[in-house]
């Protein structure tokens, strides 16, 4: 099978959220005798610009282990702002699918949201190579972009909801990551059939239970702190101002920290904001190495899942699995029914409160900062749940069985059209 990968990111782009991910797909589908094939933009994440070592440039064909990497051009604005991401989007599209149309030949094309515009770069590839695309959701837009306040107009918001529907249409199949974002499909009239539920996943011999006394807790004198972390994106949909609020109530116990680790838009704002309010029990530090990940769960004594309100029943955040696969008790900020708190009360991993509620997290930190106990049965929980369900091999596995049924029925299909026509 041949499969044509396209991603806003890749390695060595450094997303934090999708990055492991769309990079651990390619890896097992080429280990398991697949040729994949990706179709990337120039790295740029968290950046005002192309990485220097790529700029001046259309493509660049590359090889990362054994998948082949075909880069592009993107068009990064200095400033944020609504119409500067709708470029940068759709300049990768543009560039993207001229790539890909001299990619070779393919028998499905697999596009990993967000952006949702990564959709008619798929759907037109398919189109011209006369293939099947699928669609990975991660995020649902325009819901999210419309809720944090980025897409505004009703005119812009309905040209979206128009271009979300066209996409759901014309894909063969889409690959949600929850059960409450696959009702939300079928909400919008997307056929059941169409919608595979498979989880985002962890590599759980990369991540592991380590101990707190290690070279990162060491080297940023936290290993005498009861610490609190959240490490991820520095954006909008995260809300990390609660955390300054918890911090600010907590100011007193001079044997808690709160780490913010992480790059993101609002990150100057946070660190700003921290200032201002002369938080000396925050402490920010820029995004880590990768390989640094385990230690850095290590380091902490509980991890933080925060979002904004209504976010929740639309995105599953990635660090979940990451924080249940070091065996750390978390506290998430969501709404009640989403995944994240189901998942939380099923499993006994952590605790879960309302978002962007300061005092609420500042009493969840304090009880279980009171009871190691607890801390200890919920990381157990979620290291051995995730042992069993979300574990890279097995999930990878799942869409490379699913794309090889998908090619198989495109084949009979081909053949029966041949047969007919032969009559």
């Given at each position: 099978?041949?499969?044509?990968?396209?991603?806003?990111?890749?390695?060595?782009d450094?997303?934090?959220?999708?990055?492991?991910?769309?990079?651990?797909?390619?890896?097992?589908?080429?280990?398991?005798?697949?040729?994949?094939?990706?179709?990337?933009?120039?790295?740029?994440?968290?950046?005002?610009?192309?990485?220097?070592?790529?700029?001046?440039?259309?493509?660049?064909?590359?090889?990362?282990?054994?998948?082949?990497?075909?880069?592009?051009?993107?068009?990064?604005?200095?400033?944020?702002?609504?119409?500067?991401?709708?470029?940068?989007?759709?300049?990768?599209?543009?560039?993207?699918?001229?790539?890909?149309?001299?990619?070779?030949?393919?028998?499905?094309?697999?596009?990993?949201?967000?952006?949702?515009?990564?959709?008619?770069?798929?759907?037109?590839?398919?189109?011209?190579?006369?293939?099947?695309?699928?669609?990975?959701?991660?995020?649902?837009?325009?819901e999210?972009?419309?809720?944090?306040?980025?897409?505004?107009?009703?005119?812009?918001?309905?040209?979206?909801?128009?271009?979300?529907?066209?996409?759901?249409?014309?894909?063969?199949?889409?690959?949600?990551i929850?059960?409450?974002f696959?009702?939300?499909?079928?909400?919008?009239?997307?056929?059941?059939?169409?919608?595979?539920?498979?989880?985002?996943?962890?590599?759980t011999?990369?991540?592991?239970?380590?101990?707190?006394?290690?070279?990162?807790?060491?080297?940023?004198?936290?290993?005498?702190k009861?610490?609190?972390?959240?490490?991820g994106?520095?954006?909008?949909?995260?809300?990390?101002?609660?955390?300054?609020?918890?911090?600010?109530?907590?100011?007193?116990?001079?044997?808690?920290?709160?780490?913010?680790?992480?790059?993101?838009?609002?990150?100057?704002?946070?660190?700003?904001?921290?200032?201002?309010?002369?938080?000396?029990?925050?402490?920010?530090?820029?995004?880590?190495?990768?390989?640094?990940?385990?230690?850095?769960?290590?380091a902490?004594?509980?991890?933080?899942?925060?979002?904004?309100?209504?976010?929740?029943?639309?995105?599953?955040?990635?660090?979940?699995?990451?924080?249940?696969?070091?065996?750390?008790?978390?506290?998430?900020?969501?709404?009640?029914?989403?995944?994240?708190?189901?998942?939380?009360?099923?499993?006994?991993?952590?605790?879960?409160?309302?978002?962007?509620?300061?005092?609420?997290?500042?009493?969840?930190?304090?009880?279980?900062h009171?009871?190691?106990?607890?801390?200890?049965?919920?990381?157990?929980?979620?290291?051995?749940?995730?042992?069993?369900?979300?574990?890279?091999?097995?999930?990878?596995?799942?869409?490379?069985?699913?794309?090889?049924?998908?090619?198989?029925?495109?084949?009979?299909?081909?053949?029966?059209?041949?047969?007919?026509?032969?009559?």
């Open positions: 099978m041949k499969i044509l990968v396209v991603s806003l990111y890749y390695d060595p450094k997303c934090q959220s999708n990055g492991p991910i769309i990079r651990a797909l390619c890896e097992d589908w080429a280990g398991a005798g697949h040729e994949v094939t990706v179709l990337t933009s120039f790295p740029h994440y968290n950046c005002d610009a192309v990485w220097p070592e790529y700029r001046g440039r259309l493509f660049q064909r590359d090889r990362v282990g054994q998948v082949r990497v075909i880069r592009s051009y993107i068009y990064v604005p200095r400033q944020r702002s609504g119409f500067g991401r709708i470029l940068n989007y759709l300049s990768f599209n543009i560039s993207s699918t001229l790539a890909g149309l001299f990619s070779g030949k393919q028998n499905v094309v697999f596009a990993m949201s967000p952006p949702l515009t990564i959709g008619l770069t798929a759907f037109v590839l398919g189109l011209i190579k006369r293939i099947p695309y699928c669609y990975n959701l991660q995020d649902i837009w325009p999210v972009a419309v809720k944090l306040g980025m897409l505004r107009g009703e005119w812009l918001i309905r040209f979206f909801e128009r271009m979300e529907k066209f996409i759901y249409r014309h894909s063969r199949k889409i690959f949600a929850s059960d409450e696959k009702i939300n499909l079928e909400s919008k009239g997307v056929p059941s059939e169409k919608i595979e539920v498979i989880p985002n996943f962890v590599d011999e990369f991540i592991k239970p380590m101990e707190k006394a290690n070279p990162f807790s060491l080297a940023h004198d936290l290993a005498d009861f610490v609190v972390l959240y490490a994106n520095v954006g909008l949909s995260q809300g990390l101002e609660v955390i300054l609020d918890a911090a600010e109530k907590l100011q007193d116990r001079r044997e808690i920290l709160f780490l913010i680790i992480g790059q993101g838009t609002c990150r100057d704002d946070l660190m700003a904001e921290a200032a201002r309010r002369e938080l000396t029990n925050v402490k920010l530090l820029p995004f880590q190495p990768e390989s640094e990940v385990p230690e850095i769960y290590g902490c004594d509980v991890a933080l899942i925060p979002l904004r309100h209504g976010i929740t029943e639309n995105s599953v955040p990635c660090k979940t699995y990451s924080i249940m696969a070091a065996g750390k008790p978390y506290i998430a900020g969501v709404d009640e029914g989403s995944t994240v708190s189901k998942l939380t009360d099923g499993v006994g991993c952590g605790v879960y409160i309302a978002p962007e509620d300061g005092d609420a997290l500042a009493d969840a930190v304090l009880k279980l009171a009871n190691a106990d607890a801390r200890r049965v919920m990381g157990d929980n979620g290291r051995n749940y995730v042992e069993l369900h979300f574990a890279r091999e097995a999930i990878t596995s799942r869409y490379r069985v699913a794309l090889e049924e998908l090619i198989g029925d495109g084949d009979l299909a081909i053949a029966g059209r041949a047969s007919l026509s032969s009559e």
